[in-house]
């Protein structure tokens, strides 16, 4: 049983590069997110779904563009990297709403240098 | 809006010593109370919870219990092995799936 699925684990970008971070979930779960994970901060929200097709912002979406195609993907676009950006990523997905647990993927590092 | 403080670290522990993780929250509801863990190179995974005042949480020798009079729901463990050696996040959900975190806490336990 996969869970949640990230790819890459590592990358490295150029500042004004873009690239998509992938996220793909094998348990049919509505719900998905992005957070990111930087030192003393904990994590905080990008975008989240709450099923195909619906999408909406977090707390720190600016920089970010998703979509929920499919109940099993949502990718996360960088359009134009910046430094800012360098953090550690990570997808979850959880079954419904109130009190459900939230399953994390590995993890992407992104730097931007 | 909902926050999460959780207690500054990192900490150093020797084995079997008695762990006591501070977690306060503010939330405009009832929200749900959870305890994430994340050993090294791994993603989050779910340590214990509790959802309404009073529950107590417990997993892998760890508890926690909601207290809503202190807004509190802090993680102990009476006795600490190696390998729970990891950072311990405190989070909350409050009416929505969404979850806010707190900074999390680096947890060493030497052997």
């Known amino acids: 049983n996969a869970g949640v699925t990230q790819t890459p684990k590592f990358q490295v970008l150029k500042t004004g590069q873009s690239m998509t971070l992938q996220c793909a979930q094998d348990?049919?779960?509505?719900?998905m997110s992005w957070y990111r994970q930087d030192p003393g901060m904990g994590l905080r929200l990008i975008h989240y779904?709450?099923?195909?097709?619906?999408?909406d912002q977090g707390e720190v979406p600016n920089g970010y563009n998703v979509s929920r195609s499919t109940t099993e993907d949502f990718p996360l676009r960088l359009l134009s990297a910046a430094p800012s950006q360098t953090s550690v990523y990570f997808c979850?997905?959880?079954?419904?709403?109130?009190?459900?647990?939230?399953?994390f993927g590995q993890g992407t590092r992104l730097t931007v240098v | 809006g909902d926050s999460v403080t959780q207690m500054e670290g990192p900490v150093t522990l020797s084995e079997e010593a008695f762990l006591t993780i501070n977690c306060t929250y503010t939330?405009?509801?009832?929200?749900?109370l959870f305890w994430y863990v994340q050993y090294p190179g791994e993603g989050l995974q779910l340590l214990l919870k509790a959802t309404k005042a009073d529950d107590k949480g417990s997993n892998k020798g760890f508890e926690a219990t909601y207290r809503k009079e202190t807004t509190s729901f802090h993680l102990e463990k009476g006795s600490v092995q190696v390998s729970d050696s990891a950072v311990y996040f405190c989070a909350l959900s409050d009416n929505d799936y969404k979850l806010s975190f707190g900074a999390g806490t680096t947890v060493t336990v030497r052997a």
């Open positions: 348990m049919n779960h509505e719900y």
């Open positions: 779904s709450v099923g195909a097709g619906i999408t």
């Open positions: 939330a405009t509801g009832y929200p749900s």
């Open positions: 979850a997905s959880s079954v419904s709403g109130l009190n459900t647990e939230a399953f």
